[in-house]
């Protein structure tokens, strides 16, 4: 067998394990035969060790094969006039090391899932939507075409708000579901955006042409370049938390506790990291978007550090902790420290999912940490008073991004499309019997 | 500004005063759940015990929200798995209808039905009540005009016309019927009307209120926070310069800008009822309303405000940092912001009145909540439901279309309001008591065929006569009276047939401070309504000779832990901590996820294996200054003359082992939970130990000989610690024993392994392991408790649901299932009852409280309980609450009720009934719990095999009485008989419990079933009452 086949096969266990995964899952609740709890978990298991050992074959194919990129095509979804959906991965040392990280955080999490969750209603939703996930991470890290990385993107997207709404008996976790939905819709838009871009200018969605270091600035001129990468930094800024868009990261911590240490302490908001680190060619090319980028992580970890200090809650503060190093990250990729981005996110990931799995625990933590606690908070106390009181009611309360938010886009977004509805009402069925009748119930102000 | 009332006008005045009062009133009804990390079982509805517990949960229900009882279809569930019976069922409607012969329960309806029959046909059927659109659909889209239901009584119609006919009558026969009087506005979600405002209002508050309780999780500690809620709370939010980005928050600050400037010409800051009263008037809250109104604020938060309350009562139990709480700031706080709310949106032009703004809330929102919530039905709706309801009685009990065309309209109508009447609620009524009652009846049966009356301990043949020195007993232990004991008992008692156990509250008369070695202060170990009076510490670890290394060293391990936890959190340490040590976290990551077998097997196992008892050298206890000798010999005077061991028949034997118990898990924010709960939730180890030394005490003795308890001198008393969780024991304090004891030391331990991996085995039955053997369950509990991911480290209390009080012989040999509290108290001796008055005093609230709570966690585990504990999050080392911002989520979780079944303690005495009650009447307390049936009490007779249970007489049938009219009900002694024989099954608790995973039947355990078939059965009563008896006969 060659190595390019081995190479290949491994890519293909490593992304299709956990997409066959999440179809079996869904098959069987779709069918009315949910698969049982044992089952289900095993299953998981079983798929991400699969997925988990394609890695490493891949990545020991490709070592041997001694190749700087590699390129593997798996056929052309569907085409139309000269645009065509690619289904194209793209092999590399970072996509490989990606992809690495991703396995193996996603098999811890699904081995402590199938004990955490034992029992729990939802469990077969729950893994279907953590398989979507997985293979949704898989495709972001080894895309080759804009199709298949906007793919990934919108299953991570989906799945994350799902799961967030998890436990959809109690209002408050559909609510922050639909929140942490509306924002990755956003992104999506961006990322929809840069790709319909891309297409338009370049003709094909190439992430191997367009990412790569000589290639990409034949292709694109400097202003598509700047639009692209403007795009996809909004898209980045709103996956990864950045401001003015961090305050769903702590709204996304109702789900159950391991989903929430793979998505938001490890994986999700790094995916934004990883993009921009895979699209540092372009960003080359677009010297203002960089600054942006470098602005924009800076003040998101100063911002997040801030708030982080004052959170008296495990998960808060250690979302907001995690958002800092998000930011520091976005300011080296800008910066162009690659290398040091990339072991930053990838120590960071498992740094912090260590500490969201065992958040449960911070009471038995305490009682031996006691004594320490003093200590802490050096620099606040060394502050003016009038500073520190400012700062930590700015810190408390977020730096009031969420309620910014509600009165400055939600509100009018809601008057505007209110508007909207009841011209519509009133054009198209106002004075019908039926539309009367099924008049929703008043919007709450 | 007037603080003093003497001074204030009296309208003021009395304004204030009825403020407070109202704020009182509220403060009963917060759930009453400290700081989490002392965890207190408590009765959830403690507010609502001056009523009768039927009515009480009800009117419960109503006030908070919740279900009185399962759903109905829950308990078809039982019904099907018979843990309920349809004869069960019949005795309940029975007893609730005046017996059998009674008028009430042989009123005819529709010609032939009694009421008896129409009751238990509604109860034990699917309910089938649909109204509105819901019923629409399922005329229209099921088979439900086409067949009859699975359940009819009728002949199987053979054609769909026929059931459409009698659906046909039905609806003809209902417009007939004059309209049922307009349904009183009853709410169902009393806060719903001010949702709008706890939606703006309750997200700051839970943010501020986590900071400011917080015991040291934010990096930086609010300040201030001595000066008191309300006044931290300006000190924070009146920060110059903050963005007022909300309107309603500009408004916030402006009232608390003129709060701090005070309500008159004086500049000291409004106090609360000040403001409180600003607020009520500025929202329009007519006086009548004001403790409804502060009712719902505090409940609208209810965790909080029952913490801040709790905070209020017990400064002392938050554990590293002080701060101060009252009820009143905090409801100022919350109803100033309210009030921001409303005026900031009134005006904004938003809604035109402050009236409306606040929704209605001002007015009472119960007024309006029935009004708002439900869209008035219409006539014809209502017409509909009522048809389907009589259509499907009709059905269930067999009543022909023809009949229903015949009745009279008076009998009709009459029908009609028996099926109104008998609603959910009753249904769900009958269905939960007799659930109860089958229970009951099995433990009465378990106990009247195994309890043997002779005085002398026949339970072991062995048992010799009394000799002066020691009993026939090897050896004795004394345990904690906890139901998780219970299983444990029995295997040791299986495992060596010469020991005998003890049950005692586990703190063991040990009511003390106590502080650790490592610990920062000093944690009550006693039960939750003591206040300790002495204060015991292990002795610092001598630091001489090399202090400065030694504390230097610490000072690195300390840093480094330190900067394990926070450093991560800040932003530069945590990206030195992510680049350059974040990858090795993998390490911990996958062997503490995948691997956490391995953790257990090095924290458990050693060298040579697993071992489940170990022996540990603790600190030295600095005991003698805070007991005196007379103190100490009292302690343990009262614990062995309750427990039965300083009887004329008894004594302690060469070596009394006492042990407390813990339970220790990893990742559980609940761990407190899970320990001793006669020691506020901590590890009842300590006590046992301090008992052990007091006991071994040679002054101690001498007091003690004194008073006629002779202690023989080569006795020793060993204090352990049984981990209920990993079940291992850890015993303390063994290296002094002498070589004779020792070696009968040696011996216990061999069957304390013995019997610890068998209860490992019973346990583990419960959790989808399948089938261990002994030592591989000892290993899976030990793997559980390491285990990051596990939910359920152990089951804890769930399935109590009976404590026995009495001599260990009345209930030695049978399986209970771990589901009974065994308090050992022999009444020969304690003629008079004060032993048993103080033992009831003592143990009953503490066990009824776990009880009760355990209860309402299963009844309603999301109104009444925490709700799933998956995404629990702790903040402030205070609480959890739901992801990362709820309410604090107070109670039982799910994961620990999942198996529970909710029946109310039935607490059997062996005592004379008419002492017993004569003890109870005397006491409030008790008399209380007994009368309004919070439990239920049983009085097992000294010297035969005889119980009685006290039953309370229903002045009128409880759906009719008014809540809260009753509470002196009349009681009276019924005897209570074997309903069904007792399984015997041998050689030991695993013949009965192997391979199965449900609830078991109580069953005897006979070691030797076959050999000694004649011998046990002269222990049994002679005559078995078959289980057919006319129950009703019973009761009557």
Known sequence: ?445 | MPRDPAEEPPEGHRARSRIAAAVRAASHLLPAQGPIGVFIHHNTLHAFEAEPFESAVVTAGRRYGCEPFWPHERYLEQLKLGRIREADVSQIISSELGGPQGAEQSAIFAGSVTRGELWQRLACAAPAEHAGPELGWVLAETDALERYRAESRLAPAEHAWQVRELWDVCLERVRELPQPPPEEGSSSCPLGARSHLDECVNPLLVRFLGAYFDQGLAYWPMAAREAGLLECFRKVYLAPGLPEVAPWFGRARELLRESAQGGGAECDPADALELLQQSLEALGVPEQHFEEYLTQAALSLGGWAGLIHQVELRPERLPHVAVPAKLADFLALKLLLDRAVAEARAATGGSGTLERATGGAATGGAATGGAVNVPAASKADAELARAFRLFNACQLCGVETAVLRGLSVDALSEFDAELASFDDVARRRVLHLAYELHLRQRAYSALLQRTAPSPSAAAHPAAAPPAAAHPAAQYQVLLCLDEREESLRRHLEEVSPGVETYGVAGFFGVAMNFRAQGAARHRALCPAAIMPAHSVAEARPETAPGEAVKGSAVKVASSVRENQHWGGNTLVRGALVSVLLGLLSLVPLVLRVLFPGMLARGAAGRAQGFKTVEQVGAPELLLEGSYTPAEMADVVYEVLRTAGLATPSRTPSRLVLVLGHVARSVNNPHQSAYGCGACGGAGGGPNARVFAQMAQNPRVRELLAERGLVIPEDTWFVGGEHDTTRDTIAFFDTEALPPEAAQEFEIAVKALEQALMRNAQERTRRFDVGVLSPERAARHAAFRSQDLAQPRPEYNHATNALCVVGRRERTRGLFLDRRAFLVSYDPRGDEDASLLRELLLGVVPVVAGINLEYFFGSIDNQGYGAGTKLPHNITGLVGVMNGALSDLRTGLWAQTVEIHEPVRLTLVVECERHTLLRLVDAEPRLRQLVYNRWLVLAALAPEAARIWELCTVRASRARNAAPGASGANAVHWEEAHVTEPLVSVGPNSAAWFLGKSGHLAFAEISPARDSARGESATLRPPAVSTPSAPQGAERA
């Not at chain 1, 993107?153 to 579901?177: C, I, Y």
Request: a positive charge; aromatic letters at 8%.
């Open chain 1, 1 to 445: 067998m060659s190595r390019e086949l081995v190479l290949t096969l491994g890519v293909l266990c490593c992304v299709a394990a956990p997409l066959v995964l999440f179809l079996v899952l869904a098959a069987s609740g779709l069918f009315g035969r949910p698969l049982a709890e044992p089952a289900t978990a095993r299953a998981a298991r079983g798929a991400m060790l699969v997925s988990a050992l394609g890695s490493l074959i891949a990545i020991a194919a490709f070592v041997s094969l001694g190749a700087r990129v590699q390129v593997l095509d798996f056929g052309t979804w569907f085409s139309s006039g000269h645009g065509a959906f690619a289904m194209r991965l793209l092999v590399d040392p970072l996509s490989l090391a990606f992809s690495g990280l991703a396995t193996t955080l996603c098999g811890v999490v699904a081995a402590f899932s199938g004990r955490y969750l034992q029992r729990e209603p939802g469990h077969l939703r729950y893994f279907m939507l953590f398989a979507a996930f997985a293979g949704g991470m898989q495709l972001i890290a080894l895309a080759g075409s804009m199709e298949v990385l906007f793919a990934g993107w919108e299953l991570v997207g989906l799945s994350s708000a799902l799961l967030v709404a998890f436990f959809h008996t109690r209002s408050a976790p559909v609510q922050n579901g639909l929140w942490v939905f509306a924002v990755y819709r956003l992104s999506d838009a961006a990322m929809l955006a840069a790709a319909v871009a891309v297409h338009h200018h370049v003709g094909s969605g190439d992430l191997s042409l367009l990412f790569s270091a000589g290639d990409s600035a034949a292709i694109v001129s400097p202003q598509l370049a700047t639009l692209v990468a403007a795009l996809l930094l909004l898209s980045v800024a709103c996956k990864s938390a950045l401001l003015p868009f961090s305050g769903w990261l702590p709204r996304a911590m109702e789900g159950p506790t391991p989903s929430s240490a793979v998505y938001y302490g490890a994986l999700s908001v790094h995916a934004g990291c990883y993009l921009l680190i895979r699209a540092a060619p372009l960003l080359e090319q677009a010297p203002l978007v960089r600054i942006a980028a470098a602005v924009l992580g800076a003040v998101t970890a100063l911002y997040a550090t801030l708030v982080a200090r004052v959170q008296a809650d495990v998960k808060s503060s250690l979302a907001f902790a995690a958002l800092s190093q998000v930011g520091l990250i976005v300011l080296e990729i800008a910066l162009g420290l690659y290398t040091l981005a990339f072991v930053h996110l990838v120590g960071h990931a498992c740094f912090r999912m260590l500490q969201l799995l065992s958040a449960p625990d911070a009471l038995r933590g305490h009682e031996q940490l006691s004594a320490v606690h003093a200590e802490t908070g050096r620099q606040y106390a060394a502050l003016p008073a009038g500073a520190r009181r400012w700062l930590y009611a700015f810190a408390l309360e977020r730096g009031f991004l969420d309620a910014a938010l509600q009165r400055w886009v939600v509100r009018p977004f809601r008057r505007v499309t209110g508007a909207l509805n009841t011209v519509d009402r009133w054009l198209v069925g106002g004075r019908s019997p039926a539309a009367r009748a099924a008049k929703p119930p008043e919007p709450r102000k």
